[in-house]
């Protein structure tokens, strides 16, 4: 990378524990209070790498609100600014 | 209904370069899913819904006939779901989508603009359709909500709601997993609360299956032309446009189970059925069945006369005319003659009244129709029934179900000027083209898709140019390894686009029109299928195709050009200019001797019909010795007859019929023997196919149609296994042994329906020795008209000219003191006289084919006109600047005359050098001061100082310089030159008459012809030509893998193999092949032609 | 007075009798144009180096005279060896190029090149100073005269090919007689350019951005020195494999970062494919500009020098990586990470 370029939003890990149905039910601890959006992105299949992500908009117990995804790939979990 | 949901909107390929899946592929998945019904709602178009309706029922799924209408607002351009209810729901669609398409071709050059309908326009055609709101990104209310747009969304909910009402007005609800989904439900739904309707829950399908969902993301790249990245916010995003199971849909929207439910209420309410619904009635007058009848008696009073059939063709017409009241049929025949007297008036205009061609009928009708004496009395046919012993029975019979096929050919010109005629005396809502709908192929497919894929230009461009017109994904993956190398093969984009490619071959990428089919109508057509502007002026098409169109029951005509007429009509021309002879086609003997000699020696080089490769190896064997043999012949090289299994037993019991008179033809069955008499007890016409399922099967009529349609589409493998079975069973009631039954089937299948009607085989064959009999009696003409004619036929206009040349007539190049824009025949002085329709050899010796002045590369067609008035006007031409100011020629075109040869005769320095080189010198030199490259006019009249000497070109540089200047070789062969360099192991073509059967030989020679015929299980078939004549190869498939690129595109060749003798033909079994290079040759020789599918 | 050229084989050889090579003026798309322009500015450098004065004006070939550098390096002799050995390096090994000598740069072009007599027209092809259709229009026309050697040319008279072929023909026949305009070497300047890496290949306007952080960053290179630039070469590697690049003159010397914006930006749009790497080097430099500080910012003069100060001290108490500025990628996309980058921000 050129020097002294750096990406925004780089999503972080997080540690989340699901529900039945794969929905987060608590993250780093914190509990879900609602999910309020759900969506896939699905792209750059042609290209090594192919990106599956479920993402999640949240609202948490402490009343912060949270995006997290899910990678279809490896399970791990994210947290990104969206 | 069982499943929780029905999909109300789904789209196809149909929906172009959008849609990623065909309407088949759809059905078969929602079958197998389980949907009870399926909506098709392509965008402004209905152009796959018969063929969805089709397929559906095939399946046992309810097909749900709709469209995504664009809808012009004040905010922008906004889609609705129209989904039909009701037959008056279809007619208002079809109008509306008309509407939405009628001004999409008024833009500069007629480039096509998006269709889109208006407000007021939906509101005067609502009635009998149901309206969802549209989808997520760009419906009419979903849309705006993306756009913040609420307080337009909301009056505009109101007024599609005061248009169709709260009984079919609903808020569609999608869920394609983007990100404010619910927010945008929500707010929907509330929407619809206030409107007092109730939601429905669609999916916005774009492709059968996951897998595909990549392509239909290519296919939106394609069409905004970007790379994938770039269209990232266009795409779907994710792979949710797949068809998935009712249940996975009740799911995704299990917040909204009232629109789950909806869909299954409005699936149950929308039982329109396209299938049989549709209302069309073709157009006829009151009193048709009494006017019909007063004009073929009159007829037949003038043309049969004192003449001893007589009496037999009355009662034919008497017998005829019965039978086609019965099955009302007169207006069908009276309109057909209505316009074939409008194809006379257009045909005055188009060549004058006074010239020879007047005498020729405007056209010709070919198919069945040609057996009929109503169809040559109106003027449909040129061939007298009663003559050829035809029968109408195939074309007319009492228990025809569906409306005769009639094709008319005529010359190219005249079907120009027809059409738009058509258009304009029938009316614009009556009458339209048939649409057809080019697919991907290879060479267009690798260019989108990598283009998409965003791989370097240069890549794509060798790829493209080595892959083939038709090929399979290996192929193409070698095409690709050879184009670029193993190394870049193998990147992830490369090995995308080749399963991407696998997905998209044979999709339909947009709809054009038909080559000539044109369908009429009583009741305005537009409201039985949406018509819409073609690319050309004056043109209009329906959304349907050919099948759909015949599914449908339309009247159809085919309005073709046909490239052989015209060359005919030229060629009557200029025997009268030539001679002064006004030749009346129809009264030439059709028992020439001479003409069937040359016939059965395969002298048919430029003869349509029999002057392929295939046919050429035939003739020697089958023989042919008058017009009903000439009939069987050109039915019988077709992938009908083919694959059917007729070819080979055809030709052994020929031969056998000649050595032994009292040959007896074996048929598999003796109820076969009446059908197949004639064709020697083979399948060969397509009618017989109908006659051996009734002789030996007892098929009804109708059945027995039923059959040959089914197996003429690639989509009906259910409906033919049923046959099958009723053929068996129907064989075994008459007796017939099983195993003979199926041999026979077998035979039918092989034959699928893709071999001529007899009387369509009458009529080219006809056509055939009218051109046979030219072609041996008025060689120079002849060779002219086809030169006039190209493109066209099997042989490029170079191997035209060697054969003709061959055979003595002489051609001289183009020169700009003698030549006409067209290629003509030039005359000696008129003191020899000329002898009216008889022997003329003596005359032929004299005569030559002047080459035309266009036939020279990259000069206008005007310029050469004007060239040609000022001469015949103020004289020849003295000297290069007073030609170029004379005639306004400019610098480019006179340098390209200058290398044709055509100013060689031209006075330079005031003395002719006949040397291009000189001419050129001269050109340029009369040009000194104004720039290169410019078309522009020399203005000045001095004629330049003499030129230099100049190394002169000789005679391997003239021979480049033909080539690149006309395509033609006037002097020496390439091989003529080469010769002497090959070494005495390699044979000239003349040599291999000599040949043992079964010696291996080597020869050499320019590639005039290339085939891989899909009958031929990859066998490659080459047209070797050298200095004396041509050879026929034989590339078995190691072979042609071996040395793809060099069969598949070396002009000049050398090849080794295993001469084959049999009955007069000789072939090279090739062995080995080697490239023939010498430099520059390879460049500029002609490429041969190279034919695909076609046999 | 003996001439050496040095030509690099892959760029400027010819590939077949009556060919010219690989580059000639005017070929249309060079197969990989930043490796090449790269390769023949590294040669150019390393004859500058040895002392050489260097005329290249087009890829892949170098001229010099031999009296200027033997002053140097002791005699004719010695100055070729000591460029033989200058550019051994350049290119790699197994040595692409080529150094010959001869009284005209057309002779000692045809001596490296390895073109046998008698010497095809074709040869003329770099030396006629034309544009390059109408240097390709003029050979054709010759080949297809019969002319095809330069002692064939050279038995035309003037007089013939005035007539015929006007100026250009006549500076060809001076050329195939061994009559040339004297050496224009350059003046050796430095390295001037800057690249930016873009995540997984980006396209069309989403470069738009990246492309003016590049030209701030050119323009702020210490090296420059203040100088205008008289030129410039913008290049690619494109994310689906090779290279694309396109020059661009500026009508005059400029160090205006709103005038190079302005000639760049639709080059840009040529861009063949999404690119992961853009590149923009200087060509040539000239004399130092006064009034060059516009920054975006606007404003009159006294609001640019605080700026300018406050960023400096910004710098120097936090260090260089302290100030940074969003560049937008592709705002729209759905990975949000792909939307946009933080860039250091330029030097004033």
């Known amino acids: 990378m050129t020097p002294g370029l750096r990406r925004l939003y780089v999503p972080r890990p997080v540690r989340v524990r699901t529900g039945e149905g794969g929905e987060p039910l608590e993250v780093d601890g914190v509990a879900v209070e609602a999910v309020r959006e759900e969506w896939l992105v699905e792209d750059r299949w042609w290209a090594p790498g192919p990106l599956r992500r479920r993402y999640y908009e949240l609202a948490l117990a402490d009343g912060r609100a949270l995006t997290v995804f899910r990678r279809g790939d490896s399970g791990r979990w994210y947290r990104q600014r969206a | ?1095 | 007075m003996e001439i050496a050229c040095v030509i690099d084989c892959r760029l400027a050889t010819p590939a077949r009798p009556g060919h010219s090579g690989g580059l000639g003026p005017g070929r249309a798309e060079l197969p990989d144009p930043v490796a090449a322009a790269e390769a023949t500015e590294a040669m150019v450098r390393a004859l500058e180096s040895v002392g050489a004065a260097v005329e290249s004006e087009q890829v892949g070939e170098a001229f010099f005279a031999l009296d200027g550098l033997g002053g140097i390096h002791g005699g004719p002799a010695g100055a070729l060896a000591t460029a033989r050995q200058a550019v051994a390096g350049v290119g790699g090994a197994g040595g692409p190029v080529r150094v010959a000598t001869g009284p005209t740069r057309l002779a000692a072009f045809v001596a490296a090149t390895g073109w046998r007599r008698p010497v095809p027209v074709a040869a003329l092809e770099r030396r006629l100073g034309a544009p390059a259709p109408e240097v390709a229009a003029f050979l054709e026309a010759l080949r297809q005269l019969g002319i095809e050697t330069l002692p064939a040319l050279a038995r035309l008279t003037a007089d013939q090919v005035a007539d015929r072929f006007g100026r250009l023909g006549l500076r060809a026949l001076r050329l195939s007689r061994g009559e040339e305009e004297p050496l224009r070497p350059r003046t050796p300047h430095e390295e001037l350019a800057a690249r930016i890496e873009l995540p997984e290949g980006t396209a069309g306007r989403q470069l738009d951005r990246a492309l003016e952080l590049l030209v701030d960053r050119l323009l702020a290179a210490p090296r420059r020195r203040g100088r205008t630039l008289l030129g410039l070469r913008l290049g690619a590697l494109l994310a689906g494999g090779g290279s694309w690049s396109v020059e661009q003159g500026l009508g005059r010397p400029s160090a205006s970062p709103r005038v190079l914006r302005g000639v760049l930006l639709p080059r840009l749009g040529a861009l063949p494919g999404p690119a992961q790497e853009l590149r923009l080097r200087a060509l040539g430099l000239g004399p130092a500009a006064s009034d060059q500080l516009e920054l975006s910012v606007g404003g009159g003069e006294p609001r640019r020098r605080k700026l300018a100060a406050a960023l400096r001290e910004v710098r120097a108490t936090q260090g260089p990586e302290a100030l940074l500025r969003v560049l937008s990628v592709d705002s729209a996309s759905r990975v949000p990470e792909r939307r946009a980058m933080l860039t250091p921000f330029p030097e004033p």
């Not at chain 2, 922008?76 to 729901?89: I, M, N």
């Not at chain 2, 249940?247 to 789950?260: C, L």
């Not at chain 2, 001893?308 to 069908?332: N, V, Y």
């Not at chain 2, 004056?538 to 599914?551: E, F, L, N, P, Y």
């Open chain 2, 1 to 1095: 209904m069982s499943a929780p949901y029905v999909e109300l909107h789904a789209h196809s390929a149909f929906s172009f370069l959008d849609g990623a899946s065909t309407p088949t592929e759809l059905v078969a998945a929602a079958a197998e899913l389980g949907y009870p019904a399926l909506a098709l709602t392509d965008h402004d178009g209905l152009w796959g819904s018969l063929e969805f309706a089709g397929a559906c029922r095939g399946l046992g799924v309810r097909p749900i006939t709709g469209a995504e209408l664009t809808l012009r607002s004040a905010g922008g351009d906004v889609h609705l779901t129209l989904l039909v209810e009701s037959a008056s729901g279809y007619r208002n669609l079809c109008r509306l989508l008309t509407a939405a398409h009628a001004g999409t071709r008024d833009g500069p050059a007629r480039t096509a603009t998006p269709p889109a309908a208006t407000l007021g326009q939906l509101e005067e055609h609502a009635e009998g359709l149901v309206c969802l709101s549209g989808c997520a990104r760009d419906g009419a209310l979903a849309g705006a909500w993306e756009r913040g747009e609420t307080a337009a969304a909301g009056r505009l909910g109101h007024r599609l709601l005061d248009a169709f009402g709260r009984d079919r007005f609903r808020v569609e609800l999608q869920r394609p997993f983007w990100r404010h989904d619910r927010a945008r439900n929500r707010w929907l739904t509330q929407l619809a609360g206030r409107l007092g309707v109730p939601c429905a829950a669609t999916g916005n399908v774009h492709a059968h299956s996951r897998r595909r969902t990549h392509l239909q993301d290519a296919l939106v790249a394609i069409r905004r032309g970007e790379t994938l990245e770039e269209s990232e916010p266009h795409r779907r995003g994710n792979r949710s446009s797949a068809l998935v199971s009712p249940a996975a849909m009740a799911a995704r929207f299990a917040e909204h189970p009232e629109a789950v439910a909806e869909t299954v209420c409005l699936a149950e309410r929308l039982r329109f059925d396209l299938t049989t619904d549709l209302g069309y009635r073709y157009p006829e007058e009151d009193d048709a069945d009494h006017t019909l009848a007063e004009l073929c008696r009159h007829r037949l009073i003038e043309r049969y006369q004192g003449l001893p059939s007589w009496a037999d063709a009355a009662a034919r017409l008497d017998r005829e005319l019965a039978t086609i009241r019965q099955l009302g049929l007169s207006g069908f025949f009276l309109l057909h003659h209505e316009l074939l007297e409008l194809a006379r008036e257009v045909a005055a205009e188009v060549r004058g009244p006074a010239s020879a061609r007047a005498v020729l009928p405007p056209g010709r009708g070919r198919g069945s129709s040609v057996s009929s004496i109503v169809c040559y009395l109106t003027g449909l046919s040129h061939i007298d029934p009663v003559e050829a012993g035809l029968f109408a029975g195939r074309f007319l019979s009492e228990g025809s179900t569906s409306v005769p096929d009639i094709d008319l050919d005529f010359p190219r010109d005249i079907r120009e000027a027809l059409i738009p005629r058509v258009h304009r005396t029938y009316g614009a809502d009556r009458s339209a083209l048939v649409a057809a709908f080019p697919t991907y192929r290879p060479r267009g497919i690798v260019r989108d898709l990598g283009k998409a894929l965003g791989l370097p230009p240069a890549e794509i461009d060798r790829v493209a140019k080595t892959a083939g017109f038709h090929e399979s994904r290996e192929e193409m993956g070698r095409d690709v390894e050879a184009a670029i190398g193993a190394e870049r093969a193998v990147a992830p984009r490369w090995k995308a686009l080749l399963w991407l490619a696998d997905d998209a071959l044979g999709l339909p990428r947009h709809a054009s029109q038909h080559s000539g089919g044109m369908v009429l109508a009583t009741a305005p057509l537009v409201e039985v299928c949406p018509i819409v502007p073609a690319a050309m002026a004056g043109r209009q098409i329906v959304q349907w195709d050919k099948d759909s169109c015949a599914d449908a029951g339309f009247l159809k005509i085919d309005l073709l050009g046909l490239g052989m007429l015209s060359a005919v009509e030229r060629c009557v021309e200029e025997v009268e200019a030539t001679r002064g002879e006004r030749l009346d086609l129809s009264r030439i003997p059709v028992d020439d001797e001479a003409t069937f000699e040359s016939i059965r020696a395969a002298e048919t080089t430029g003869v349509f019909q029999i002057e392929s490769r295939a046919q050429m190896q035939m003739l020697p064997r089958t023989q042919p010795r008058d017009l009903d043999d000439l009939t069987v012949q050109v039915a019988l090289v077709r992938p009908g007859p083919i694959q059917g299994g007729a070819v080979h037993p055809y030709i052994e019991r020929r031969k056998r019929q000649r050595e032994d008179p009292s040959f007896e033809v074996p048929y598999e069955h003796p109820l076969l023997e009446p059908v197949l008499a004639e064709t020697l007890g083979t399948i060969v016409y397509q009618e017989q196919v109908i006659e051996v399922a009734m002789a030996l099967a007892g098929f009804t009529p109708a059945e027995a149609e039923g059959l040959r349609r089914a197996m003429s589409r690639k989509r009906s493998q259910a409906a033919i296994r049923e046959h099958h079975r009723r053929f068996v069973a129907g064989a075994a009631r008459r007796g017939v042994p099983e195993e003979t039954a199926e041999r026979i089937w077998r035979q039918i299948q092989g034959f699928s329906g893709f071999g001529f009607p007899k009387a369509h085989s009458a009529a080219f064959g006809l056509l055939a020795y009218q051109s046979a009999w030219l072609r041996v009696h008025r060689g120079p003409e002849f060779l002219c008209s086809l030169l006039n004619e190209q493109p066209m036929g099997f042989y490029p206009p170079d191997s035209l000219v060697h054969e003709a040349q061959r055979r003595g007539i002489r051609v001289a190049g183009p020169d700009a003191n003698r030549s006409h824009l067209l290629c003509h025949v030039e005359s000696p002085p008129r003191s020899v006289e000329f002898v009216h329709g008889g022997e003329t050899n003596s005359t032929d010796a004299e005569l030559r084919v002047r080459i035309g002045l266009g036939y020279v590369k990259g000069v206008r067609a005007e310029e050469m006109e004007a060239l040609v008035a000022e001469r015949q006007r103020g004289g020849p031409y003295g000297g290069v600047a007073e030609l170029a100011s004379r005639s306004g020629v400019g610098l480019a075109s006179l340098e390209r005359l200058a290398r044709a040869g055509a100013l060689d005769a031209i006075p330079l320095g005031g003395a002719t050098h006949e040397d291009r080189r000189r001419a050129l010198w001269g050109v340029g030199a009369a040009a000194a001061g104004h720039a290169t490259g410019s078309g522009r006019q020399l203005a000045l009249p001095l004629e330049p100082p003499a030129p230099p000497e100049l190394e002169p070109l000789g005679e391997w540089g003239e021979l480049i310089a033909d080539y690149r200047a006309t395509g033609i070789a006037l002097g020496k062969h390439p091989l003529a030159l080469l010769r002497d360099g090959l070494g005495p192991e390699v044979l000239r073509s003349t040599d291999l008459e000599r040949a043992g059967d079964g010696a291996t030989v080597e020869v050499a020679g320019m590639i005039v012809a290339r085939q891989r015929p899909e009958t031929a299980k990859g066998i490659v078939f080459l047209l070797l030509e050298d200095e004396r004549g041509t050879v026929n190869l034989i590339a078995p498939p190691p072979v042609y893998e071996r040395h793809r690129s060099l069969i598949r595109t070396a002009p000049l060749l050398r090849a080794r193999g295993r001469l084959e003798r049999r009955e007069g033909t000789i072939n090279v079994l090739v062995t080995s092949v080697a490239p023939l290079d010498v430099a520059q040759l390879p460049a500029v020789a002609p490429a041969g032609h190279s034919f695909g599918r076609r046999g």
